[in-house]
């Protein structure tokens, strides 16, 4: 990636780092705060589902209005949307409030899908591997600072602290997006009458170029999200971590996170190629998940991290590039919208699964509901790199000129 490219990034990067840092204070604290008002397991399910379902019908429309007005409008919306839904998670008095909170930043919440959108319209098509390999780090860098403060500052003085640092974070970014981020978009206005529309949302899901890994991420992140709304609950029934231990594994987990994707995500994807790459991060994931339920001791606790950071790393990186090389240019925000949305639909249906079979059957049937869905992605993917691929080598042969 050349300087010029990779100063054009650094305003998006900065930001995303900042956004982070805020969002993951909230990850290792959340499912305690849920318990602190005397809440059943599946409760934390449900409330990490009432966000991600407002992202799931906000999330494409977000992504469809950046391709007409903007990737930075809609970044600015989506962060005071966030600002507002933090500061009511610190105020919150009762389980009703932090469902309230969740549901205001999730409606306003076209982050990361816009975010995807803006690197897309900024890099050349053979360097967007390295490019979200840079924003998986940024993403990652933010995970180091963010859960070992929340840990600490929890500890220290209370659940409410964390949030309120949290909210004013994002009032940080809302001030630099302002400040110092240009519109990818801003003068595009010959490319209007193509832009895409709430009808091609739906149509996305049947266009044979995009649907097919379309669903294939569907499918994947059902799994994960369904890791992702117990995670905190299985590590504490697994090794007894509380808040402060699961904030700095977080913390540790970012570490490693920031150090693959400087170093080996991006040269592997692009290497590797966009299909091979997710087929190998689903494969390594598919491996952690077997271990998780033995993971009783610190060792294969590690082994288990590992596997998991090497096959997040590589699936963060691999799949936006995978989606934004099969997405038309005018229709990449809608493209990475629905994108986004699938993983709010995942959100809103595997996390109270999973947690209730957490909480009524143990850890071995829950963490098996993650694996069986890894495990079927995988033959997914392996599926469309013998029939989808060669396809649209051959369409897009027959579509050069002669």
């Known amino acids: 990636m050349n300087r010029a490219t990779l100063l054009r990034l650094l305003p998006i990067l900065g930001i995303t780092f900042i956004d982070i840092f805020g969002f993951s204070m909230l990850l290792p604290l959340l499912p305690f705060f849920v318990k602190h008002f005397g809440a059943a397991d599946v409760v934390v399910g449900w409330v990490a589902a009432t966000y991600s379902i407002c992202q799931l019908i906000a999330g494409p429309l977000w992504g469809n209005l950046s391709d007409r007005i ?5 970044l600015i919306v ?13 105020f919150a008095p009762t389980i009703a409030w932090v469902f309230a909170s969740r549901a205001i930043e999730g409606l306003s919440g076209g982050n990361l899908g816009v975010t995807q959108a ?14 979200f390999a840079l924003l998986g780090a940024a993403f990652s860098a933010g995970f180091v600072f963010g859960p070992a403060l929340a840990g600490w500052l929890a500890s ?6 964390p949030f309120f640092v949290a909210a004013g974070l994002q009032a940080l970014t809302l001030v630099l997006t302002i400040v110092l981020l240009p519109d990818s978009r801003a003068g595009a206005t010959e490319e209007a009458k193509n832009v895409a529309t709430p009808r091609d949302i739906v149509v996305a899901l049947a266009d044979r170029r995009v649907a097919p890994v379309l669903w294939l991420r569907l499918v994947f992140v059902l799994g994960m999200y369904g890791w992702f709304g117990a995670m905190a609950l299985v590590l504490n029934r697994q090794l007894g971590w509380g808040v402060s231990d699961t904030s700095f594994v977080f913390a540790i987990f970012g570490v490693f996170q920031v150090v693959l994707q400087l170093t080996a995500t991006g ?13 190998l991060a689903i494969a390594i994931l598919a491996g952690a998940f077997a271990l998780i339920s033995f993971a009783t001791s610190l060792p294969l606790a590690i082994v288990f991290m590992i596997l998991f950071g090497v096959g997040m790393s590589l699936a963060n990186s691999a799949f936006p590039a995978l989606a934004s090389g099969v997405a038309p240019e005018d229709r ?9 949305g699938l993983d709010s639909l ?5 996390p109270p699964l999973v947690t209730g079979v957490l909480g009524a059957y143990g850890v071995r049937p829950a963490v098996a509901i993650v694996f069986g869905l890894l495990v079927t992605a995988l033959a997914i993917g392996l599926a469309q790199s013998r029939t989808v691929t060669p396809r649209l080598v051959r369409v897009a042969e027959s579509a050069a000129p002669k």
């Open 156 to 161: 220290a003085y209370g659940f409410s602290t």
């Open 78 to 90: 989506s962060q005071v949307g966030a600002t507002i839904g933090w500061a009511l998670l610190g």
């Open 118 to 131: 803006y690197i897309g319209d900024l890099v050349e098509p053979a360097q967007r591997g390295r490019a």
């Open 70 to 74: 903007g990737r930075k409008a809609v």
């Open 346 to 350: 995942a959100g809103f249906l595997m």
């Open 332 to 340: 990449r925000g809608t493209v990475l919208g629905v994108f986004s």
């Open 267 to 279: 040269k592997t994807v692009d290497g590797m190629g966009n299909r091979a790459a997710t087929n």
